[in-house]
T-cell receptor
Framework: AQSVTQLGSHVSVSEGALVLLRCNYSSSVPPYLFWYVQYPNQGLQLLLKYTTGATLVKGINGFEAEFKKSETSFHLTKPSAHMSDAAEYFCALKGTGNQFYFGTGTSLTVIP | DAGVIQSPRHEVTEMGQEVTLRCKPISGHNSLFWYRQTMMRGLELLIYFNNNVPIDDSGMPEDRFSAKMPNASFSTLKIQPSEPRDSAVYFC?????????????FGSGTRLTVV
């Protein structure tokens, strides 16, 4: 079975603090993993993706994620939160046959 | 809970033919979204409905695309006539009203190939 689980539907951090959004996956084949961000009243935008190669992936806006096979995780981090990072974030898995599986999303609030 | 149900899972059609994609959202969810996914462009929001009313269709690429939501439990996305560049995975997603577990649930997608 292939699935994605995002832990925590709501995360709040102070401006300047570390952002950590958690994603765990289940896949019977080597996964392609994605993080998307959705700002209010907009569609989802690709933040970063892991396919093969380097396990630490850097994306836009200072975000990065590390693929850890042993932990079946692909957590999203950013060293210092900005107010503009407030949005909803989705982890996704591309499994077999181009099938995509999405998490239910994590809403990030940044406190000034 | 069966989740968001999309049909068909795969569709192969010839250029110029009409294609209809179907979606059944989760009961109680009042927002429904249609997305298109390609490796080049990622996920693109095509249109979303709130309480069966289209709110924003600015993402619909052109007049060949149309979407309807005749009731709270069913939506369609139609392409007429279809073109090879429409080949993509089309996702339907729904979410409940604010204040509850306010997260998207995505369907498994329809993989459309236009030849």
């Amino acid at each position: 079975a292939q699935s994605v689980t995002q832990l925590g539907s709501h995360v709040s951090v102070s401006e300047g603090a570390l952002v950590l959004l958690r994603c765990n996956y289940s896949s019977s084949v080597p996964p392609y993993l994605f993080w998307y961000v959705q700002y209010p009243n907009q569609g989802l935008q690709l933040l970063l993706k892991y396919t093969t190669g380097a396990t630490l992936v850097k994306g836009i806006n200072g975000f990065e994620a590390e693929f850890k096979k042993s932990e079946t995780s692909f957590h999203l981090t950013k060293p210092s939160a900005h107010m503009s990072d407030a949005a909803e974030y989705f982890c996704a898995l591309k499994g077999t046959g181009n099938q995509f599986y999405f998490g239910t999303g994590t809403s990030l609030t940044v406190i000034p | 809970d069966a989740g968001v149900i999309q049909s068909p899972r795969h569709e192969v059609t010839e250029m110029g033919q009409e294609v209809t994609l179907r979606c059944k959202p989760i009961s109680g969810h009042n927002s429904l979204f249609w997305y298109r996914q390609t490796m080049m462009r990622g996920l693109e929001l095509l249109i979303y409905f709130n309480n069966n009313v289209p709110i924003d269709d600015s993402g619909m690429p052109e007049d060949r695309f149309s979407a309807k939501m005749p009731n709270a439990s069913f939506s369609t996305l139609k392409i007429q006539p279809s073109e090879p560049r429409d080949s993509a995975v089309y996702f339907c997603a729904s979410r409940p009203p604010p204040g509850s577990n306010y997260g998207y649930t995505f369907g498994s997608g329809t993989r459309l190939t236009v030849v």
